[in-house]
């Protein structure tokens, strides 16, 4: 079972790679999918969904391509993981109290709530300057 999974470990690498040019001119989806070994066509939906996100911002044009939508700082990996997978969830009983009827109860689904806190925070905490 992968917590990140595949393409959400390209996405930051795609992102990681766009925080080196941060300020400067935008790079092309070809570009960064060749220099984080991702292939093109998933390289432009992941881009997509970053875009979506209002993660990334796109221009038109021979010197278009991809650049950060925000400061590096004000990125951090939860917003990306967010964006192309959703929450990242321990247990089915962490999101939803009516999955387990044994929730009330229950001293693990207690402490995977309390470790998806932590999961969360710590996420929250990295940011793409820190890379």
């Not at 917590?3 to 989806?29: C, E, F, H, Q």
């Not at 390289?43 to 650049?67: D, I, N, R, T, W």
């Amino acid at each position: 079972m992968d917590v990140i999974r595949r393409n959400t470990d390209y996405a930051m690498r795609l992102m990681a790679g766009l925080t080196k040019s941060y300020g400067k001119t935008p790079i092309s989806a070809r570009q960064l999918a060749a220099e984080y070994d991702v292939s093109y066509d998933l390289a432009c939906k992941l881009l997509q969904k970053l875009s979506a996100a209002k993660l990334v911002k796109s221009s038109m044009g021979a010197a278009g391509g991809f650049e950060l939508a925000k400061a590096p700082a004000n990125i951090n990996l939860f917003h990306i993981i967010e964006a192309i997978q959703g929450d990242i969830c321990l247990n089915r009983c962490v999101p939803n109290p009516k999955a387990c009827p044994n929730r009330p109860t229950c001293g693990i689904c207690k402490k995977l709530v309390g470790l998806q806190g932590y999961i969360d925070e710590y996420l929250k905490q990295i940011t793409l300057d820190s890379l």
